[in-house]
C-alpha cells in the first residue's frame, strides 16, 4: 500500500487498513508522539495507570488493549514489580519496535508478554485479568461495542479499566481542532515519520469517534456499571475513562 492508497481510506477505515497504517509508521511512532504531544503522553499514561492500579493489590495480571510500543506496559510493570501485562496489539510491528525496550531489562521481559491478538476477539478467558488499560487504541475498533463486550469479558468481575483516548468534542475547538489537530499535527506527524496519511488520519478520526459521554454511555451498555469520564490536564484535548 503506499500514501496514496491510505489517504483514500475514511476515519472508518477496515482493521486491515489500520493494521497496516501502524505497522508503516511502527520505527518512527514513539518519536512522533513525543513531538506532537510535547512527551505530555507520558504524564496521560502515568496519571491513567495511577487509577487503574489503585487499589489492584502487589501482583495484578493486567491487560494492556492495543499496546503498541509497549510505554503502558512497561510503566505498569515498573510501578508494581509484582504485576503481569498482557501486550496484546494486532499491529505484529509496533509490538517489534516495543520488543527491543524489553531486551535491556530481564526482570521486565519476564513480566510483560507482548500478544498478537484483536481487541474484537480476545484469545483470554472470562475474567483472565484484574484490570485493563488502553491508551489511543479504541477510536481505532471498527466494532466497538463488540470490542467493549470483550474488554468486559476478560476483566473479572470487581476489575478495573482506564482508557485514554481523543474524544470527538462536543463543540469544535478553535486552536485545537481548527488549527492544531488539522494542520499542524499532520505536518509534525509526516516530518518525523514520512507518512503523510497516517498523521492525516489521526484528526480525521477523532472527528468521526464517539464523544466522551457516548463512550461512557457505551462502556455501562456493554456491562460497566460504574464510568468516569474525565479530561485530562492540561488542555482537555485528552480523555480519561475509568471503569468497573
Ligand atoms: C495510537 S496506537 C497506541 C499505542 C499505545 N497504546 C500507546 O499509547 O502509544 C493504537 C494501537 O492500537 C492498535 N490497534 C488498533 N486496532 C486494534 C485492534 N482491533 N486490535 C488490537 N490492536 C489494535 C494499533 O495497532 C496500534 O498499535
Redesign the pocket.
Known sequence: MNATDVQSVPPAAS?AH??QM?DRIAPRYDAA?RVMSAGVDLLW?RKAIGRLLDGLGPTPRLLD?????L??ALEIARRVPGARVVA????RE?LRAGRAKLRADGDLAARVQPQI????ALPYADGAFDGAFS???VR??ADLPRAMRELRRVVRPGGRIAVLEFFRPERSRLFFDKVYNARVLPLLGWAVTGDRAAYQYLPASIAAFRSRDEYAALLREAGFAQVDARPLFPSGVASLVVAS
Open positions: 482493521p489500520i493494521q501502524f508522539n499514561r488493549l492495543g499496546a503498541g510500543t510505554d503502558g496484546a496489539d494486532f499491529a509496533m491478538a484483536d481487541g474484537h491508551a489511543f487504541c481505532n475498533l
